[in-house]
Structure formats: structure tokens, C-alpha cells
T-cell receptor, first 113, second 113 residues
């Protein structure tokens, strides 16, 4: 069974631009969660989607948004990029969210200059 | 405020030795606690998931313990190998309401030959 895939793996953007990251979950998984990882803050929860609905959201500004499609693939968008948005963005998929094992993708390394 | 504290922040051991990593949390109400291993530049990989009623869970050379009364968990690594060099992250999931995972900052383990 193929693992979680994320595209692109690396991205360089300029402050003020927007960016869209993509995540394809493991086949059959309906829950996709997104996380931001930085050296300063560690791992932080962004949001979680289940069957195309955002069920939970972390404490991030509205510039961070996402969506999930009917095939469970998910995208996250960051608008008006700031230098502090430079991070590793990870997505994880699972059968359901609270108790099932989550499988992480390799992440997208975003650098904002 | 929900918090997860891990110690030590970093640890250096010799190959073949055992080590124990600590995780203290204040998350309430408690649903489950997870340990992840994250190699540099990669997504986290699940090691164990423990619910309230589980005291010990093993995954090969990794053994996690949970004391829900004192809100403490430990991850014991037996007969360490060079490939164990990684960051180990403790995550606590609250029950009820929203799914908002609380992450520890991780313990960086280096295994020397």
C-alpha cells in the first residue's frame, strides 16, 4: 500500500505571495491532518479534514486554509506569506482521527524569502 | 493550559546501551498518548499509542509506559542501534470535543558507535 505523498517536497516563495501544498493520503483513509514544524515551536496542529469537512482547527491565523476533495486528497493554502511561515509542513492520514494511528508524509519544506 | 514536557532535551549514548526518555503532560481529559520517531528531514513514524487503561506497550526494542495518575510516560529503548539516532516526540490527545493534539518539543537522541 502506498504511503502518504506530499507535493512539492521543496518550495521557495517570496514574502507576500501565496502557496498551495498538496497531500494524498493512504488509500481508504478519510482523515487528513496538517501540521507545521519549526525549530522554534516544534510541531503544531493546523487543521484536520474528514470526508471533505474541516472538523478541527488549531490556533493559526486565517491566512492558513485548507480543503479536502471527494477522493480524500487535501490541499492547504497559505496566503500573504510571511518570513515566519518558513517551516516543514506535514500531513498525516488515518482511518479516523482521535484513536487511530496516523501516517505522516515526508513533508513540504517551505522557505519564504 | 494543556502542555507536554519532554526530557531530556538531548541525549548521547553508545551503541548497545539502553536509554529512557520522559514525557510529562497536563492534558485533560485524556484520550491517548503517542510516541513518534522522526528522522532528520522525514515525517514522524508512530512507535506506540497508549490509552488510559494501558500501562505498557512494546514495539520491538521500544517499550512505552504510561502512568495516567501521575500523568507521566516514558519510552525505553533497549540495545540501542545507530539507526535509533532521531528525535522522539511525545503527543497527547485529549478526549471529548475537538481533536487538538498537544506535542512535546522532542528528545534528540544520538547513538555513537
Amino acid at each position: 500500500k502506498a504511503g502518504v505523498t506530499q507535493t512539492p517536497r521543496y518550495l521557495i516563495k517570496t514574502r507576500g505571495q501565496q502557496v498551495t501544498l498538496s497531500c494524498s493520503p493512504i488509500s481508504g483513509h478519510r482523515s487528513v491532518s496538517w501540521y507545521q514544524q519549526t525549530p522554534g515551536q516544534g510541531l503544531q496542529f493546523l487543521f484536520e479534514y474528514f470526508s471533505e469537512t474541516q472538523r478541527n482547527k488549531g490556533n493559526f491565523p486565517g491566512r492558513f486554509s485548507g480543503r479536502q476533495f471527494s477522493n480524500s486528497r487535501s490541499e492547504m493554502n497559505v496566503s500573504t506569506l510571511e518570513l515566519g511561515d518558513s517551516a516543514l509542513y506535514l500531513c498525516a492520514s488515518s482511518l479516523e482521527t482521535r484513536t487511530a494511528e496516523q501516517y505522516f508524509g515526508p513533508g513540504t519544506r517551505l522557505t519564504v524569502t | 493550559k494543556n502542555q507536554v514536557e519532554q526530557s531530556p532535551q538531548s541525549l548521547i549514548i553508545l551503541e548497545g546501551k539502553n536509554c529512557t526518555l520522559q514525557c510529562n503532560y497536563t492534558v485533560s481529559p485524556f484520550s491517548n498518548l503517542r510516541w513518534y520517531k522522526q528522522d532528520t528531514g522525514r515525517g514522524p513514524v508512530s512507535l506506540t499509542i497508549m490509552t488510559f487503561s494501558e500501562n505498557t506497550k512494546s514495539n520491538g526494542r521500544y517499550t512505552a509506559t504510561l502512568d495516567a495518575d501521575t500523568k507521566q510516560s516514558s519510552l525505553h529503548i533497549t540495545a540501542s542501534q545507530l539507526s535509533d539516532s532521531a528525535s522522539y516526540i511525545c503527543v497527547v490527545i485529549a478526549s471529548g470535543g475537538s481533536y487538538i493534539p498537544t506535542f512535546g518539543r522532542g528528545t534528540s537522541l544520538i547513538v555513537h558507535p
